[in-house]
C-alpha cells in the first residue's frame, strides 16, 4: 500500500515548480534593480570595488536603501540648479526647513550624483597636475545627525570629484549621533554600494564636539595631507588637486577653498561669478566674517605670484573652519586643535590666529571650489546648553590675544568673569615652545585694516555730555544696517560696546563697524546716522572736536544734547560757544 501522501504526490510537484520558476524570475527583476552603480549614475572610479555580494536581498536594510533610491529623480538639481517642491512634498520640505533649517525632502529627491556647476575661474582649466607626484589626501568628514541623504551626496560628491590617485580615503566620523539613519543604514549603504577602500567610518560612543571629532578622524587618517569638509558639501570638479599642489609647494601653508553657497531651500548652488570672493575676518566678539580681498594683499601678490592674480593663493587672516586642508605633520606640528573646546565653534579663530603668529600662512585657493550648506540656525543643541562658542573663544583669546583680550570682553562682558573656561596652561607653553609672535605683530602684519578702537585716536570710550548723565550709545541696533546713533544714560562699570566709540586721528566718529554722518532734512536739527564704514578710512564723514564740541566738518553743525533724554536719538545743530549742552567728555 503506498502511503498516504503518495496520493497528492504530482500535483504538489507542479505546484514546487511554479513557484521554483517564479522565485527565478522575482531574483532576475530584483538583481536588475540592485546592480551596482553605473558610470551615468556618476562613479566612474577605475579601481572600484564595489561588494554587491554584501548585499541581501530581503533584508530590511537593503529594502530602505532601494526605498531610497527609488525616491530620487535623475537629473533633478544637476548642475547646481534651484529645485522647487510642489504639493505636499512643498509642505514637507517647508516644514523641515524650520525644524532643521535645509530642506531634507528635498535633498531625497536629488540623485547622490547631481553635478555642480564649473564655477571656476577659466584660467584655472589650463592648469594640468602630476598627480602621480602629488601628496595624497584623507578627506575627514565629521557629523552629529546630519540628514542622510546630504551626508551621502557628500561622500558621493567627493569620490565623483577627486581622483583616487589622489584620494588616499574619505573618514567619517560619527559624533555620537542618536539619528538611527546614521547607524546600520549608512553602514550597509557605503558596505553595499561604495568602493570598500574608500570610506572608513569612526563612530563616536558620545558626543564630543566637532573640535574632537576632527581630531579622531586626524589621529586615524594615512594621507598625508588632511581635507577636512563639513557632512553637507558639493565639490566641483578638480577642487582637490589644487589644494595638495599649493600644499606640495608650501608645506605651512594651511587653505581653503573657495566656500561656495548652496540653498538650504532649494539647493541651488551659487557662486556669484569667478572674479568676486572674499577672505576670513574676524570681530571683536570673537567671531569670523568675511571681508574682500585688501588692496595691499592683491599688490602682493602681482609681486610674488608666478600665476595671475585672480588664481594665486590669496592670504586670509582668517578662516572658516569647516574646509580647509593642511599638511598632516604640520597639523600635529602646529598643535592640531585645543582638545578642551567642547561643541562647537572657536576653534577657527583659534587655528586662525596660531597658524599665522607661529609661522605659517593660511591661503584662499581660488581654482579650488565646495559648495557648503549654510543653516540659518544650528540644527542641533549644545552640551548642557552651554555656551561652547563664547567658551572656546575665551580660551583662544588667553592663549593667542594677548591685551586686546579686552576689546573681546568689552563685547563679551558676560565671559569676563564667573564663567569656568578650564585651563589653558598646555596651550600657553605651545605658544612658547613655537615661539609664534603676539597679536600685535598678527595685527600690524597680517590684518592692518582691522580697526583697533584703541590705537591712534583723538578720543575712545564713552562720549559724555557735560549738561547730562547721557552717554552716546547704539540703543543695542544692528550695527551692520544704518542706525540712529542714541543717547542713553551712562554705564557705570567698565564701558561696554553699545557706549564705546572712537575718533580717530583723521576726524572719524565711529566703533567697530559703523561710521557717523549726517542725515540732511529740511531744516536742523539733523539726525546723526551711523553707516557701514568704508573700507578706506579716509573716505567716512569727518567730525572736528574742539573745546568739548563735535563739529561734522561738511555741514558745520554740532553734536547737541539739548532737550533729549535716555533713549532718544541725539543730533547736529548750529553751533554755539559756551553751550554746556554741546560739549561732550570722552572717557575710558
Ligand atoms: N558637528 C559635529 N559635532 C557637533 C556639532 C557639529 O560633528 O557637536 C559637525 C556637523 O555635523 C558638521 C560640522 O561639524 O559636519 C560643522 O557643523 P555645522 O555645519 O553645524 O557648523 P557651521 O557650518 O554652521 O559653522
Ligand atoms: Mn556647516
Given at each position: 500500500m503506498?502511503?498516504?501522501?503518495r496520493?497528492?504526490?504530482?500535483?504538489?510537484?507542479?505546484?514546487?515548480?511554479?513557484?521554483?520558476?517564479?522565485i527565478?524570475?522575482?531574483?532576475?527583476?530584483?538583481n536588475?534593480?540592485?546592480?551596482?552603480p553605473?558610470?551615468?549614475?556618476?562613479?566612474?572610479?577605475?579601481?572600484?570595488?564595489?561588494?554587491?555580494?554584501l548585499?541581501?536581498?530581503?533584508?530590511?536594510?537593503?529594502?530602505?536603501?532601494?526605498?531610497?533610491?527609488?525616491?530620487?529623480?535623475?537629473?533633478?538639481?544637476?548642475?547646481?540648479?534651484?529645485?522647487?517642491?510642489?504639493?505636499?512634498?512643498?509642505?514637507?520640505?517647508?516644514?523641515?526647513l524650520q525644524?532643521?533649517?535645509?530642506?531634507?525632502?528635498?535633498?531625497?529627491?536629488?540623485?547622490?550624483?547631481?553635478?555642480?556647476?564649473?564655477?571656476?575661474?577659466p584660467?584655472?582649466?589650463?592648469?594640468?597636475?602630476?598627480?602621480?607626484?602629488l601628496?595624497?589626501?584623507?578627506?575627514?568628514?565629521?557629523?552629529?545627525?546630519?540628514?542622510?541623504?546630504?551626508?551621502?551626496?557628500?561622500?558621493?560628491?567627493?569620490?565623483?570629484?577627486?581622483?583616487?590617485?589622489?584620494?588616499?580615503?574619505?573618514?567619517?566620523?560619527?559624533?555620537?549621533?542618536?539619528?538611527?539613519?546614521?547607524?546600520?543604514?549608512?553602514?550597509?549603504?557605503?558596505?553595499?554600494?561604495?568602493?570598500?577602500?574608500?570610506?572608513?567610518?569612526?563612530?563616536?560612543?558620545?558626543?564630543?564636539?566637532?573640535?574632537?571629532?576632527?581630531?579622531?578622524?586626524?589621529?586615524?587618517?594615512?594621507?598625508?595631507?588632511?581635507?577636512?569638509?563639513?557632512a553637507?558639501?558639493?565639490?566641483?570638479?578638480?577642487?582637490?588637486?589644487?589644494?595638495?599642489?599649493?600644499?606640495?609647494?608650501?608645506?605651512?601653508?594651511?587653505?581653503?577653498?573657495?566656500i561656495?553657497?548652496i540653498d538650504?531651500?532649494?539647493?541651488?548652488?551659487?557662486?556669484?561669478?569667478?572674479?568676486?570672493?572674499?577672505?576670513?575676518?574676524?570681530?571683536?566678539?570673537?567671531?569670523?566674517?568675511?571681508?574682500?580681498?585688501?588692496?595691499r594683499?592683491?599688490?602682493?601678490?602681482?609681486?610674488?605670484?608666478?600665476?595671475?592674480?585672480?588664481?594665486c593663493?590669496?592670504?586670509?587672516?582668517?578662516?572658516?573652519g569647516?574646509?580647509?586642508?593642511?599638511?598632516?605633520?604640520?597639523?600635529?606640528?602646529?598643535?592640531?586643535?585645543?582638545?578642551?573646546?567642547?561643541?562647537?565653534?572657536?576653534?577657527?579663530?583659534?587655528?586662525?590666529?596660531?597658524?599665522?603668529?607661529?609661522?605659517?600662512?593660511?591661503?584662499t585657493?581660488?581654482c579650488?571650489?565646495?559648495g557648503?550648506?549654510?543653516?540659518?540656525?544650528?540644527?542641533?543643541?549644545?552640551?548642557?546648553?552651554?555656551?561652547?562658542?563664547g567658551?572656546?573663544?575665551?580660551?583662544?583669546?588667553?592663549?593667542?590675544?594677548?591685551?586686546?583680550?579686552?576689546?573681546?570682553?568689552?563685547?563679551?562682558?558676560?565671559?569676563?568673569?564667573?564663567?569656568?573656561?578650564?585651563?589653558?596652561?598646555?596651550?600657553?607653553?605651545?605658544?612658547?615652545?613655537?615661539?609664534?609672535?603676539?597679536?600685535?605683530?598678527?595685527?600690524?602684519?597680517?590684518?592692518p585694516?582691522?580697526?583697533?578702537?584703541?590705537?591712534?585716536?583723538?578720543?575712545?570710550?564713552?562720549?559724555?555730555?557735560?549738561?547730562?548723565?547721557?552717554?552716546?550709545?547704539?540703543?543695542?541696533q544692528?550695527?551692520?544696517?544704518?542706525?540712529?546713533?542714541?543717547?542713553?544714560?551712562?554705564?557705570?562699570?567698565?564701558?561696554?560696546?553699545?557706549?564705546?566709540?572712537?575718533?580717530?586721528?583723521?576726524?572719524?566718529?565711529?566703533?567697530?563697524?559703523?561710521?557717523?554722518?549726517?542725515?540732511?532734512?529740511?531744516?536742523?536739527?539733523?539726525?546723526?546716522?551711523?553707516?557701514?564704514c568704508?573700507?578706506?578710512?579716509?573716505?567716512?564723514?569727518?567730525?572736528?572736536?574742539?573745546?568739548?564740541?563735535?563739529?561734522?566738518?561738511?555741514?558745520?553743525?554740532?553734536?547737541?544734547?539739548?532737550?533729549?533724554?535716555s533713549?532718544?536719538?541725539?543730533?547736529?545743530?548750529?553751533?554755539?560757544?559756551?553751550?554746556?549742552?554741546?560739549?561732550?567728555?570722552?572717557e575710558h
Open positions: 503506498l502511503p498516504r501522501y496520493r497528492s504526490f504530482y500535483p504538489r510537484l507542479a505546484l514546487i515548480a511554479i513557484v521554483l520558476v517564479c527565478l524570475i522575482f531574483t532576475k527583476t530584483i536588475k534593480s540592485t546592480d551596482p553605473s558610470e551615468s549614475e556618476g562613479l566612474s572610479l577605475s579601481n572600484a570595488v564595489v561588494d554587491v555580494s548585499r541581501k536581498k530581503w533584508s530590511p536594510l537593503e529594502r530602505m536603501v532601494l526605498a531610497d533610491l527609488a525616491k530620487q529623480r535623475p537629473g533633478l538639481g544637476d548642475d547646481g540648479k534651484s529645485v522647487i517642491l510642489e504639493g505636499e512634498e512643498k509642505v514637507r520640505g517647508e516644514a523641515k525644524t532643521i533649517a535645509l530642506n531634507e525632502e528635498l535633498s531625497e529627491h536629488l540623485s547622490y550624483n547631481r553635478t555642480t556647476p564649473d564655477a571656476r575661474n584660467l584655472c582649466r589650463t592648469i594640468t597636475f602630476d598627480r602621480a607626484s601628496p595624497t589626501a584623507s578627506v575627514v568628514i565629521i557629523f552629529y545627525n546630519e540628514p542622510y541623504s546630504v551626508l551621502v551626496r557628500t561622500v558621493h560628491s567627493v569620490l565623483n570629484t577627486a581622483d583616487r590617485q589622489v584620494l588616499k580615503e574619505i573618514i567619517l566620523v560619527d559624533d555620537g549621533s542618536s539619528n538611527v539613519e546614521l547607524h546600520e543604514k549608512l553602514d550597509y549603504y557605503l558596505a553595499t554600494r561604495l568602493p570598500q577602500d574608500a570610506v572608513k567610518t569612526v563612530r563616536l560612543k558620545n558626543r564630543l564636539g566637532l573640535i574632537r571629532a576632527r581630531l579622531a578622524g586626524a589621529r586615524i587618517a594615512r594621507g598625508e595631507v588632511l581635507v577636512f569638509l563639513d553637507h558639501c558639493e565639490c566641483v570638479v578638480d577642487w582637490l588637486e589644487p589644494l595638495l599642489a599649493r600644499i606640495q609647494e608650501s608645506r605651512t601653508s594651511v587653505l581653503v577653498p573657495i561656495d553657497v538650504a531651500k532649494d539647493f541651488q548652488y551659487s557662486a556669484n561669478g569667478y572674479q568676486h570672493f572674499q577672505v576670513g575676518g574676524f570681530s571683536w566678539n570673537g567671531h569670523f566674517d568675511w571681508i574682500d580681498v585688501p588692496k594683499e592683491r599688490e602682493r601678490q602681482r609681486q610674488d605670484c608666478k600665476v595671475p592674480t585672480e588664481i593663493p590669496t592670504y586670509s587672516p582668517t578662516m572658516a569647516g574646509l580647509f586642508a593642511i599638511s598632516r605633520d604640520y597639523f600635529w606640528e602646529i598643535g592640531s586643535y585645543d582638545e578642551q573646546m567642547d561643541g562647537w565653534g572657536g576653534e577657527n579663530l583659534e587655528m586662525s590666529f596660531r597658524i599665522w603668529q607661529c609661522g605659517g600662512t593660511i591661503e585657493i581660488p579650488s571650489r565646495v557648503h550648506i549654510f543653516r540659518d540656525f544650528h540644527p542641533y543643541s549644545f552640551p548642557d546648553d552651554r555656551d561652547t562658542h567658551i572656546n573663544t575665551v580660551r583662544m583669546a588667553l592663549v593667542w590675544m594677548d591685551d586686546y583680550i579686552e576689546l573681546f570682553y568689552m563685547n563679551r562682558p558676560d565671559l569676563k568673569n564667573n564663567v569656568d573656561v578650564g585651563d589653558v596652561t598646555h596651550r600657553r607653553i605651545l605658544r612658547n615652545k613655537l615661539k609664534c609672535k603676539n597679536f600685535d605683530w598678527y595685527l600690524k602684519n597680517i590684518y585694516e582691522k580697526f583697533i578702537p584703541t590705537k591712534d585716536m583723538i578720543g575712545y570710550g564713552r562720549f559724555v555730555s557735560l549738561a547730562s548723565d547721557l552717554c552716546f550709545d547704539d540703543l543695542q544692528n550695527n551692520e544696517e544704518p542706525y540712529n546713533l542714541g543717547l542713553y544714560t551712562c554705564q557705570k562699570s567698565d564701558v561696554t560696546k553699545s557706549q564705546f566709540f572712537s575718533l580717530t586721528r583723521d576726524g572719524v566718529l565711529r566703533n567697530e563697524l559703523s561710521c557717523a554722518t549726517v542725515q540732511r532734512s529740511s531744516s536742523t536739527p539733523f539726525l546723526v546716522v551711523m553707516a557701514p568704508q573700507a578706506n578710512n579716509k573716505h567716512n564723514e569727518k567730525w572736528e572736536y574742539f573745546r568739548g564740541q563735535l563739529r561734522h566738518i561738511d555741514t558745520g553743525l554740532c553734536i547737541e544734547q539739548k532737550g533729549l533724554r533713549h532718544d536719538f541725539v543730533v547736529v545743530d548750529v553751533c554755539e560757544d559756551d553751550t554746556l549742552s554741546q560739549k561732550w567728555r570722552i
